[in-house]
């Protein structure tokens, strides 16, 4: 079960700043730089996930504000550039505090759902040349770790054998399906070219291997033969009901039918962008959606549904916005 990402207001953050340290605060002075990634990446990677803890800049371990005032302008760019060498990319947001005439850095760094993150950039070869791994390649590097999602991937982009199990039924893909991309989570198969590859959760794909083509063989099990947890219908009526306001509900529908949207990009013209924000920040953080990045390096980022909820996000959500 995650975490809502609790919001903070400034009285909020100087009442943290001025307790003493723990694993959720760490404080720091302008001048004492070189621990700010070390520290981010620490939060992002400990914290529970969408739990706010907060690395404050220009502060003493007293939680006093330091006299001799910075720039603070500069002292978010530096930090920005620090955390560009961050690999997966941290979610983080800065806010400038104030008290007695002085004024502080608070970054709010809540525990990621994309962990682990490295405190510098990984690398992998393509071809004979060395390149900066992106964030795709990394979590694909990641799920190697696991055993399944290891074999699936010596499969992407080539040719696989999928059968769709329904009760007593076995309903065989095209013999063109390919391996679309694969991770601990779950496996996108692709049919047909140039459509939309169609995601299943890991849990319910098994391996076995077509020795008449030759090849790997994924069985899927019916999503509709073996109903959700009720536990996670439960966390997700509780998010939809408690947790998010109607902008997030229709959001979420708005994703449902897209499929995938685009972080930067404006869902729905009528839901401003701060709160569009902040909802799928709830939902991101309640794992009912992902962040991706796009594959191929060309870093734009998509919110897309976890496939764990797709059936019952579809069924769950008119219920909740009618």
Known sequence: MTHLMVELNEADLLARMK???DHLVERKVVGDEK???KTAVAFANSVPVGVPAILFIGVRDSGEIETQQQNLDEVQKKFNTKMRTVCPRIFYVPKIISENGRQALAVIIP???LRPHFAGLAYVRRGSVTEDASEAQLRELIAQRNSKAATILEW??????VLLRSGDSEIPWPNSTIVADCNQFYVSVQ????EPATSFPLSRVEINFDNLRRRLQLEISDLKQNPWNVELERHVRQVLGHQMIRDGQLLLRWLLLQGRVEVVEQFLPEIARNSQDKQMQIAVSAGMVHREQEPGGLHKTYYVVNPEFLQILKTV???VLK
């Open 19 to 21: 307790n003493f340290e």
């Open 35 to 37: 621990d700010w990634r």
């Open 111 to 113: 525990g990621s759902e």
């Open 156 to 161: 992407k982009g080539k040719n696989v054998s």
């Open 191 to 194: 049919a047909v070219a140039h």
């Open 317 to 319: 959500l008119p219920d």
